[in-house]
């Protein structure tokens, strides 16, 4: 992918509009403009660079504040003229010291943050922990807990306890995840599957 590729001529003062989005939690951090050399030197360096519209030069995101946009994946949209960048936040994406610079609620993609926190879990092994201790037991005891947790919520969607079940459910998912860990499967992966047999 070149710069070039851009419909510049649709974009204002041929400035590349970039939305850049988490890749873990998906979250949408900010929005930011590139000109060619941005382009090229977010391709070149895998971090993240805009030009400043209202400074009038190349701005790499976290040059001052050290929380860097890591480049995981880079997508054009189906006009060319939007950039669609997933990238690793090093820390608050947003110049008010919050995690994006849209007020969306705090719970969008929790599922993928809980996820990668129990990754960093796995790779630590802190003591005292209780994801620890299911990695310690292995794949068999978290197996078993995933089976408990389950029959426990079925018993609630059963009894009509709503409250319960989403307590019990919350359980299913959190030790689903680490199993999930276990056996190396993201959930990126398990969307692919589900796209697969839907489409």
Known sequence: MEFSDFRLDKCADGLLPVIVQDSATLRVLMLGYMNKEAFDKTIAEGRVTFFSRSRKKLWTKGETSGNFLDVVEIYPDCDMDTLLIKAVPHGPTCHRGTVS??????????????????????????????????????????????????????????????????YETADLIYHFLVLLEEMHVSISELENELLHRHS
């Open 101 to 166: 610079c849209f007020d969306t609620p705090a719970s969008d993609g929790f599922m993928r943050t809980l996820a990668g926190v129990i990754s960093d879990r796995h790779e630590a092994m802190p003591d005292k922990s209780y994801t620890t201790s299911l990695f310690i037991k292995g794949p068999k005891r978290i197996a078993k807990k995933v089976g408990e947790e389950t029959t426990e919520a079925i018993i609630e969607a059963v009894t009509g306890r709503r409250d319960r079940f989403i």
